[in-house]
């Protein structure tokens, strides 16, 4: 059993290449499937369906009653704080997913906190099309949703709350780099000059290693009013139909997914587990970051099902065999905060954009 | 082409002597030394020729295929005829990508040779004292890769937290938006792109230099000559071919810059950035137009090639 | 047959130790020199300094140059995250056989581009200068195709040959042989020598400092060769050592020391390729076959 590492940069091309060349792995963990070789995956619904593994069925990519991809584990976006700072400016947070704040609530408090402590910005935000959908679905809005075949213009809400969100990155509370520029937003928040970072649960192992100079925590994502945050996968497992090795192949992503040993791979990984019922000790010792798997597993179980939609429309899409474009969430966002066109215009390109290869 | 970057390559323009005639022997004597003009030569480039078939010209064929024809990178390829290269010509993002490519190409060029000549000679002068240190210090940039100059670059001239605007600050003024104006950003990817591609440039160089015979400057100190007379008298009219290669080569690298932007500003702020590369890659590559994508490539390489004959027509008129 | 390779006394740069009136000269190259120096190292010195931060005290505010802790946590990081030892192997055959034969071909050509004359020679620059108009990822997919019909798939070599035609390279030793005088030529064709000869035993040793120049390039480019290897290659005992420094950049963040680390490692063996070729070139005295 020979495990090698791909760097994630050019993995999907790599993929792609390898299909071509006939000389695809026996199992990978991919970031996404490839309508190139979809075909050659073996179905994996014993697996799925095993009711010893109890896999969250809401993530599983099927077609035809054939499943074809198992994640490797769930990841949700998410808040976090400069514990540091809000102590600081003695201002108070909700640490309870079911008592969690509004948006207003949180702009308001950061904002006290910045100007007592004299910090830069309320809050860093991830540059990216999933995470920007946590906040239009807990703002009310639906997003962007696929209607029959093709993506159809989003309700008023969306349009407001994407218009709010370019009018905060104002260079007080928001800096304008991180969403014009690719400024990073996680070196930013680690400066400890920003008051609060909304990113995901990826980010929970890295700062508990690297995060030495102030002490921050997961917060409840704010809810204005809809309990949301944005679903989604790590990997997606999948095994090939490599003809000698097909069968080897199942019985390793079988073991995989046993519980005693997914538990372990979870467990190492920093993983939120995709399957439930499971006790998983994580080798942090920092209580921050145990406290914060606790609140994303929280957040995920109250979360309104909409949570689950961005991933599962490119899904549904790629099953069908449509060639997926990239998101232009990303740069139509960036071409409205940096004044280059209205939100109107903004939507209908994201809509055209996401419409283009269909 | 796996060329990694590209760089200045030495002057076609032609100033080879013609070999001499051949002394006329006797009628064999003539059609040996012919022979021998054209068989040598021929094996000479052999390697390159067969490289050059294999792999520019195979790949090129099939790209230049795509590009009439709507593929996606997976299944087949229908063709559509000239309908992509339409679509190109009447996308304004296109020209507004080209357009910052040629403002980027035209300061980067510029400020890259002064850059690297002028290193290249300090580095070959007999008055500069401490030079094999002085070399590795100019040569360490070009070795660090794109991803790394970003993060150094936004470290420097961040707009949030950078060295520059830090100091500004402490100075009493106004923190720089350097990435929010997207003049100041393009102008942080030039000083960027040059403090990189000195070191490639000046070993080009320093081999020139090294190359100008020194009875020359003997003669011009005699006649009285100072360091810059001998300089503009001497030095840049003996190495002019290499300065027109660097030149062109230069310009060509700049016109296809991408790694750079993307990791100093990711096109940025917005779009105002993009330059053609980039736009090839979001509009052709990233969303499985790759039909399109490759027609974009072409019009770029015709560009190119206007540029190249521009240049080199300018060589030879200089040089007449 | 002579050549002259060391010229006589009087045609040497002079020298100047010793004169006082070369001291405004020397303070006046050298600060001009260090000022630049300065300015060139500072980015490099502070990612080197970086790298030997604590992955905490990265990203702090205000800004540090010198590290509060030093460590080397990145770089042992950085040795074990991957099979460090045989990806640079690897990567130093790729880089040696290419750069081999990429002199080898270059020299052929810029030779032949150089001293002969022919309307076909022509086109064949034209050609050349052709190659480096297309933008990499255009190649890319065609490319893939040809070494997979040609069946270099997976392996070292479809690493290699595709990289050894550069325009660069031949253009280089083309404008070094144009500026050898055609007596030399002419002498060694009446001299009897067939002209292949010439080329190697007369023109090429003449050529060394060009070939030593053109090796630190080449020997640079492919050692930083990232997305090539990473589609060719398949089989990870043969992975180069930028797929491997690749591979600490996650897809949703990056473990700056480990990296910062890892780019350092990768850097060391090409400063010293450079420094030890550099240091010939530099003491070589090109200036070929110029006798009066």
């Given at each position: 059993m020979e495990i090698v590492n791909i760097p994630n940069d050019g993995y999907q091309d790599k993929l792609k290449q390898a299909a071509q060349a006939n000389s695809l792995p026996d199992t990978a963990s991919v970031p996404s499937l490839d309508n190139l070789w979809v075909n050659q995956l073996q179905d994996l619904s014993s697996i799925a369906n095993a009711p010893a593994n109890n896999i969250n069925k809401n993530l599983i990519t099927a077609k035809d009653n054939k499943v074809l991809a198992i994640p490797s584990d769930v990841t949700a976006a998410g808040l976090f704080i400069n514990k540091s700072l809000f102590d600081k400016a003695k201002v108070s947070y909700p640490t309870d997913p079911s008592q969690t704040w509004t948006w207003d609530q949180f702009l308001a408090a950061t904002d006290k906190v910045r100007t007592a402590t004299k910090s830069k910005y309320d809050l860093v935000y991830d540059n990216s099309p999933a995470r920007i959908r946590a906040w239009v679905y807990t703002r009310g809005g639906k997003g962007f949703q696929l209607s029959g075949d093709k993506f159809a213009a989003p309700d008023a809400t969306t349009v407001q709350a994407l218009s709010d969100f370019a009018k905060i990155n104002n260079d007080v509370i928001m800096p304008k780099s991180v969403?014009?520029?690719?400024?990073?937003?996680?070196?930013?928040?680690?400066?400890g000059q920003v008051v609060a970072y909304y990113s995901g649960v990826w980010q929970v192992a890295d700062f508990a290693d690297s995060i030495t100079n102030f002490e921050w925590v997961s917060a409840p994502t704010p809810a204005q009013p809809v309990h949301a945050t944005d679903i989604n996968l790590g990997g997606k497992v999948v095994a090939f139909n490599n003809s000698k090795t097909a069968a080897a192949a199942k019985q390793w992503v079988d073991f995989l997914y046993q519980p005693a040993n997914y538990t372990k791979l979870a467990s190492a990984n920093g993983y939120l587990p995709i399957e439930s019922g499971l006790t998983l000790t994580y080798p942090f010792t920092?209580?921050?970051?145990?406290?914060?798997?606790?609140?994303?597993?929280?957040?995920?179980?109250?979360?309104?099902?909409l949570s689950y939609s961005g991933q599962a429309n490119q899904t549904k899409l790629l099953l069908d065999g449509k060639a997926t474009s990239e998101d232009p969430t990303k740069v139509e966002m960036a071409k409205l905060i940096n004044g280059q066109q209205d939100v109107q215009k903004t939507v209908d390109n994201i809509v055209s954009g996401l419409n283009a290869g269909l | 082409m796996v060329d990694s970057d590209q760089r200045p390559r030495p002057s076609p323009g032609d100033s080879a002597d013609r070999p001499p005639e051949p002394i006329r022997r006797g009628p064999f004597t003539?059609?040996?030394?012919?022979?021998?003009?054209?068989?040598?030569?021929?094996?000479?480039?052999?390697?390159?020729?067969?490289?050059?078939?294999?792999f520019f010209i195979w790949p090129a064929a099939?790209?230049?295929?795509?590009?009439?024809?709507?593929?996606?990178?997976?299944?087949s390829a229908p063709p559509v005829g000239l309908q992509n290269y339409q679509n190109l010509f009447h996308d304004a993002d296109f020209y507004a990508a080209l357009l910052r490519t040629f403002v980027y190409a035209a300061c980067v060029v510029p400020t890259t040779f002064v850059a690297s000549l002028g290193v290249a000679y300090l580095l070959i002068s007999p008055y500069a004292k401490g030079k094999p240190l002085a070399r590795t210090i100019f040569f360490v940039p070009w070795l660090i890769s794109p991803i790394i100059a970003g993060v150094i670059w936004r470290w420097i001239f961040g707009e949030n937290f950078g060295l520059v605007n830090f100091i500004i600050i402490k100075l009493g003024g106004d923190a720089v938006p350097w990435q929010s104006n997207a003049n100041l950003s393009l102008i942080i990817v030039i000083i960027a792109a040059t403090w990189g591609n000195t070191a490639f440039n000046m070993l080009i160089f320093t081999a020139a230099l090294k190359n100008v015979p020194t009875a020359y400057y003997e003669a011009a100190e005699l006649d009285g000559a100072n360091a810059w007379q001998k300089f503009r008298r001497i030095t840049l009219p003996a190495i002019a071919p290499t300065s027109f290669i660097v030149i062109l080569l230069t310009t060509l690298g700049a016109m296809k810059e991408y790694p750079l932007f993307r990791a100093i500003n990711d096109g940025g702020p917005g779009t105002e950035n993009n330059l053609i590369v980039q736009y090839i890659y979001k509009t052709g590559f990233r969303n499985a137009h790759i039909g399109y994508a490759s027609a974009a490539s072409f019009v770029l390489m015709f560009i190119l090639m206007i540029i190249a004959g521009i240049q080199l027509m300018i060589n030879r008129r200089r040089e007449s | 047959m002579t050549v002259a390779t060391r010229k006589p006394p009087e045609l040497r740069r002079p020298r100047t130790s010793g004169k006082t009136g070369d001291l405004p000269r020397k303070v006046f190259s050298s600060s001009i020199m260090w000022l630049l120096a300065v300015v060139y190292g500072f980015p490099a010195l502070w990612f080197v300094l970086s790298s030997l931060k604590p992955a905490g005290d990265l990203f702090t505010y205000p800004l540090t140059l010198l590290p509060k802790h030093f460590t080397f946590s990145g770089y042992t990081q950085a040795w074990s995250s991957f099979n460090f030892a045989q990806y640079f192997l690897n990567t130093l055959i790729v880089a040696t056989a290419a750069t081999l034969l990429t002199i080898l071909a270059s020299a052929a050509s810029g030779y032949a581009l150089a001293k002969y004359n022919s309307w076909w020679l022509k086109g064949f620059t034209i050609c050349i200068i052709a190659t480096t108009m297309l933008p990499g990822e255009t190649l890319l997919t065609p490319l893939f195709l040809v070494i997979r019909d040609l069946g270099l798939y997976n392996s070292l070599a479809g690493v290699v040959v595709p990289a050894v035609i550069t325009a660069t390279g031949t253009f280089m030793f083309r404008q070094f042989f144009v500026t050898v005088p055609n007596d030399l030529l002419e002498q060694a064709r009446i001299d009897g020598s067939s002209e292949l000869a010439i080329f190697l035993r007369i023109m090429l040793p003449l050529a060394r400092p060009i070939m030593l120049t053109l090796a630190i390039i080449s020997f640079q480019w492919r050692w930083n060769d990232y997305l090539w290897p990473l589609v060719i290659l398949n089989d990870p005992h043969q992975f180069t050592l930028q797929i491997g420094v690749a591979s600490i950049v996650g897809a949703q963040n990056v473990n700056w020391s480990v990296l910062l680390g890892a780019s350092v490692l990768s850097m060391i063996p090409l400063v010293a390729i450079y420094l030890i070729f550099q240091k010939y070139v530099m003491n070589a005295d090109i200036n070929a076959g110029l006798k009066d």
């Open positions: 969403w014009t520029s690719g400024a990073d937003p996680n070196a930013l928040f680690k400066s920092k209580k921050a970051a145990l406290d914060s798997f606790a609140l994303y597993n929280k957040e995920i179980s109250l979360a309104d099902p | 003539r059609v040996r030394r012919r022979n021998s003009y054209v068989l040598t030569p021929l094996l000479l480039i052999s390697a390159n020729l067969i490289l050059f078939a294999l099939i790209g230049l295929y795509y590009s009439f024809t709507s593929y996606t990178g997976v299944g | -």
